[in-house]
């Protein structure tokens, strides 16, 4: 059973957005550490985002003013509201609760 399944990824001109979001079991969302990570190819996967289950939010610097990370706690989904997307942002996109990861989705931003 997946724990966490993500949607939303696509193609986009550079300066659009997309919205991804990951719908959660009711455990795996209760877990402190969830969060968004991105990873390119041959490289580390790094966090994006993170909220708390208070709704404190982190951002890595590379997005912050760009990216939002909301979570709707009744559907347990989180979302990422990415805007003003650049070409390096291109990558997939990974929603995660602690050791829970989901299946990934792809995000292309075309100059």
């Known amino acids: 059973q997946d724990q966490l399944v993500e949607s939303g990824g696509g193609s986009v001109q550079a300066g659009g957005s997309l919205r991804l979001s990951c719908r959660a079991s009711?455990?795996?969302?209760?877990?402190?550490?969830i969060a968004w990570y991105r990873q390119v190819p041959g490289k580390e996967r790094e966090m994006v985002s993170s909220i708390s289950i208070s709704g404190s939010t982190r951002y890595q610097d590379s997005v912050k003013g760009r990216f939002t990370i909301s979570r709707d706690n009744a559907k347990t989904t989180l979302f990422l509201q990415m805007n003003s997307l650049k070409t390096e942002d291109t990558t997939m996109y990974y929603c995660s609760a602690c050791e829970y990861w989901g299946q990934g989705t792809q995000v292309t931003v075309s100059s």
């Open positions: 009711e455990y795996t969302f209760s877990r402190s550490c």
